[in-house]
């Protein structure tokens, strides 16, 4: 069974950074893509950055295009989201998601992922 676990959330000011990470198992990392979405109460989750399955294409969303940076290392399983200049409208639960597609790009659709990690706040405060 896969599992996602993500860790790395926090409290921080305007302006300040975090680095989220997101430890998969239960099956070969280095196969699949990866993305992070996020969500606040009463709206629906929305995707912030997905990594194809070889590091090689990433995608961003349009309101954290240049701040953030979406990683993967395989060596230990692992994606991360550098976040940096963060805003108080980037104050979210962040998911991380997988796809049960081998070596394939990532995709922006929340309903194309299949597996989903237990998610982690960030609260930036203003």
């Known amino acids: 069974q896969v599992q996602l676990v993500e860790s790395g959330g926090g409290l921080v000011q305007a302006g300040g950074s975090l680095r989220l990470s997101c430890v998969a198992s239960g099956r070969s990392f280095n196969k699949y893509p990866m993305g992070w979405f996020r969500q606040t109460p009463g709206k629906e989750r929305e995707f912030v950055a997905t990594?194809?399955?070889?590091?090689?294409?990433?995608t961003y969303a349009d309101s954290v295009k240049g701040r953030f940076t979406i990683s993967r290392d395989d060596t230990v399983n692992t994606v991360y989201l550098q976040m940096d200049s963060l805003k108080p409208e980037d104050t979210a639960v962040y998911y991380c998601?997988?796809?049960?597609?081998?070596?394939?790009?990532?995709?922006?659709?929340?309903?194309?992922?299949?597996?989903w990690g237990q998610g982690t706040q960030v609260t930036v405060s203003s």
């Open positions: 998601a997988t796809r049960n597609h081998m070596f394939s790009r990532g995709s922006v659709n929340r309903n194309e992922y299949d597996y």
């Open positions: 990594i194809s399955w070889s590091g090689s294409s990433t």
